[in-house]
Nanobody, 119 residues
Framework: QLVESGGGSVQAGGSLRLSCVASGYIVSGGCMAWFRQAPGKEREGVAGRCTYGGTVYTDSVKGRFTISRDIAKNTVYLQMDALKPEDTAVYYC????????????????WGQGTQVTVS
C-alpha cells in the first residue's frame, strides 16, 4: 500500500514536499516514482528513483524537483521547488519491482493521489 501526503495549494515560485509511505513494500527493493495527471491530460511520469539509487526526471521538472527516499522510514519524497501553474495536477506515488525506473508503463502499484494546485 502506498499513501501520499503533502499536497496543497501554493503560489507560483513556491515549494511543496510530497511524501509517500509504503507498507508491505520495501522502498529500497525496487523502483519508486512520482506521476502526475492534470485535468484533460494523460498521466505522466515525473520522477523515478531506481533500485541502484539513480534518479530520472521528465524534462519539464529537471532542476526543480528532487526525488529522494528514507529507507528507515520506508518513505519516498518529492521536493518540488520553483513551482509553476502547469505543475498543477494530482500527483501519484507508484512502485514496481526490478530495474528500469524510467519504464513508466511498468509501474503497477499506486497510491490514491494528492492534489497540487499552483496559482
Amino acid at each position: 500500500q502506498l499513501v501520499e501526503s503533502g499536497g496543497g495549494s501554493v503560489q507560483a515560485g513556491g515549494s511543496l514536499r510530497l511524501s509517500c509511505v509504503a507498507s508491505g513494500y520495501i522502498v529500497s527493493g525496487g523502483c519508486m516514482a512520482w506521476f502526475r495527471q492534470a485535468p484533460g491530460k494523460e498521466r505522466e511520469g515525473v520522477a523515478g528513483r531506481c533500485t541502484y539509487g539513480g534518479t530520472v526526471y521528465t524534462d519539464s521538472v529537471k532542476g526543480r524537483f528532487t526525488i529522494s527516499r528514507d529507507i528507515a522510514k520506508n518513505t519516498v519524497y518529492l521536493q518540488m521547488d520553483a513551482l509553476k501553474p502547469e505543475d498543477t495536477a494530482v500527483y501519484y506515488c507508484a512502485a514496481k519491482e526490478g530495474y528500469g525506473c524510467n519504464r513508466w508503463s511498468a509501474y503497477n502499484s499506486w497510491g490514491q493521489g494528492t492534489q497540487v494546485t499552483v496559482s
